[in-house]
């Protein structure tokens, strides 16, 4: 092969490494998700119990992410990336011995967290460096639809080796253990990117001046439809729709299903441009009065298309939000720009426990109904904000 021609191509294959790496990480996240039907069985939990366990990975997460942008961007993408990849296969080991005691359940989950809100936003500013000025689009697609898939992947894996294999709480950890180790031998062949380091900054959201307007204008409430509206497909409508009927296989299908449509809608989200965050606040607003009808009809059918379009609602913001970070941030606040980002959208993972919360205060129906309000008016301001700043 001429020496050009392999030129060209090592980019390409940095770029793919740098991919499959972060979905091998990716992967390990929702692992448990379905899984925590068994544990409501062998530790006794409550619904409250297991959307509590769910939505602390979210602290953990938001933790992380203060420090790990601004740390990036002055130690430099692969020495933050690597550990914290080697650490998520140990916490997938963690939870080994967590069937048995809930006090390891929570901790596996918050450092569930902490480490892939690292990993996330970092590898993705890694990607945006790594693709260069003209590929930004394209290493926000790649950022989103490996992450996605990975959420997509697990708990449909885990729920299907949980209920017909051996070792329901052991192999499905093991299983993502064995695929990181290729994730990790990827990720060694990637170049560092950050050249310049920035001097030590404070934790923080690290938002450079120009672009902190339209951040809290149009990036954060697109972030808070990413995870909001995919999680409460995947963990609560499961529980709510037919109490202790769902079994792990079916659980773990609904939820791959919504991640699943979470990334097919990340790749086509770029076709959309700047319609695709407000089309994904329309289509949560449809999946979560599907959503309501499987709640009042006790219709567990009406939880496949409601995962479908509350996942595609998710994947939209996801493509939305990354392609504005990559156009807003400057490169030496490049990580800590996309930290931001994932910051507001990390949140999302305490809706299903904030629903669940209120709902028992107030009644389920009265409670998911209301939450409609929210889809319909981000997409209401996101759709003028759009229009306004062209």
Same mark, same amino acid.
Not at 45 to 67: P, R
Not at 346 to 362: I, V
């Given at each position: 092969?001429?020496?050009?021609?392999?030129?060209?191509?090592?980019?390409?294959?940095?770029?793919?490494?740098?991919?499959?790496?972060?979905?091998?990480?990716?992967?390990?996240?929702?692992? %448990?998700?379905?899984?925590?039907?068994?544990?409501?069985?062998?530790?006794?939990?409550?619904?409250?119990?297991?959307?509590?366990?769910?939505?602390?990975?979210? +602290?953990?997460?938001?933790?992380?992410?203060?420090?790990?942008?601004?740390?990036?961007?002055?130690?430099?993408?692969?020495?933050?990336?690597?550990?914290?990849?080697?650490?998520? &296969?140990?916490?997938?080991?963690?939870?080994?011995?967590?069937?048995?005691?809930?006090?390891?359940?929570?901790?596996?989950? +918050?450092?569930?967290?902490?480490?892939?809100?690292?990993?996330?936003?970092?590898?993705?500013?890694?990607?945006?460096?790594?693709? &260069?000025?003209?590929?930004?689009?394209?290493?926000?697609?790649?950022?989103?639809?490996?992450?996605?898939?990975?959420?997509?992947?697990? %708990?449909?894996?885990?729920?299907?080796?949980?209920?017909?294999?051996?070792?329901?709480?052991?192999?499905?950890?093991?299983?993502?253990?064995?695929?990181?180790?290729?994730?990790?031998?990827?990720?060694?062949?990637? %170049?560092?990117?950050?050249?310049?380091?920035?001097?030590?900054?404070?934790?923080?959201?690290?938002?450079?001046?120009?672009?902190?307007?339209?951040?809290?204008?149009?990036?954060?409430?697109?972030?808070?439809?990413?995870?909001?509206?995919?999680?409460?497909?995947?963990?609560?409508?499961?529980?709510?729709?037919?109490?202790?009927?769902?079994?792990?296989?079916?659980?773990?299908?609904?939820?791959?299903?919504?991640?699943?449509?979470?990334?097919?809608?990340?790749? +086509?989200?770029?076709?959309?441009?700047? &319609?695709?965050?407000?089309?994904?606040?329309?289509?949560?607003?449809?999946?979560?009065?599907?959503?309501?009808?499987?709640?009042?009809?006790?219709?567990?059918?009406?939880? +496949?298309?409601?995962?479908?379009?509350?996942?595609?609602?998710?994947?939209?913001?996801?493509?939305? &939000?990354?392609?504005?970070?990559?156009?807003?941030? %400057?490169?030496?606040?490049?990580?800590?720009?996309?930290?931001?980002?994932?910051?507001?959208?990390?949140?999302?993972?305490?809706?299903?426990?904030?629903?669940?919360?209120?709902?028992?205060?107030?009644?389920?129906?009265?409670?998911?109904?209301?939450?409609?309000?929210?889809?319909?008016?981000?997409?209401?301001?996101?759709?003028?904000?759009?229009?306004?700043?062209?």
């Amino acid at each position: 092969m001429p020496a050009a021609s392999v030129q060209r191509d090592r980019p390409r294959r940095q770029l793919d490494a740098l991919t499959f790496g972060l979905f091998t990480v990716a992967l390990g996240t929702n692992v %448990p998700t379905p899984l925590l039907l068994v544990y409501r069985r062998t530790l006794g939990l409550s619904d409250a119990d297991i959307t509590a366990v769910f939505g602390c990975y979210a +602290l953990g997460l938001i933790a992380a992410l203060t420090v790990s942008g601004t740390a990036s961007d002055r130690f430099g993408r692969r020495a933050v990336v690597l550990p914290f990849a080697v650490l998520a &296969g140990l916490v997938s080991l963690l939870f080994l011995p967590a069937a048995e005691h809930l006090p390891l359940l929570y901790l596996g989950r +918050l450092l569930q967290g902490a480490v892939s809100g690292v990993v996330f936003s970092v590898a993705n500013a890694w990607l945006q460096e790594l693709a &260069g000025p003209d590929g930004q689009r394209s290493a926000a697609t790649r950022g989103a639809v490996s992450t996605s898939l990975g959420f997509a992947i697990a %708990p449909a894996m885990s729920g299907l080796l949980a209920q017909y294999g051996p070792a329901p709480t052991t192999l499905p950890y093991l299983v993502h253990v064995a695929v990181l180790l290729v994730g990790l031998a990827a990720l060694a062949g990637v %170049p560092e990117t950050v050249q310049a380091r920035v001097p030590g900054q404070a934790p923080g959201l690290g938002l450079p001046p120009e672009a902190r307007r339209p951040f809290w204008a149009v990036l954060a409430p697109t972030a808070i439809g990413v995870f909001a509206f995919p999680t409460v497909a995947a963990t609560l409508l499961p529980l709510l729709v037919v109490p202790d009927g769902v079994g792990v296989a079916y659980a773990g299908l609904i939820a791959g299903l919504a991640l699943g449509a979470s990334a097919v809608a990340a790749r +086509l989200g770029r076709r959309a441009d700047r &319609g695709a965050a407000p089309l994904g606040m329309a289509l949560a607003a449809v999946g979560h009065a599907v959503g309501v009808g499987a709640i009042v009809a006790g219709w567990q059918a009406l939880l +496949l298309p409601a995962a479908a379009l509350l996942g595609a609602a998710g994947g939209l913001c996801l493509t939305a &939000g990354l392609t504005l970070t990559a156009r807003l941030a %400057p490169p030496h606040t490049r990580g800590a720009m996309n930290s931001a980002f994932y910051a507001f959208a990390y949140a999302g993972f305490g809706t299903p426990l904030l629903l669940a919360a209120l709902g028992s205060a107030w009644g389920t129906v009265p409670v998911m109904t209301g939450f409609l309000v929210v889809p319909l008016a981000l997409g209401g301001w996101l759709t003028r904000e759009l229009r306004r700043r062209g």
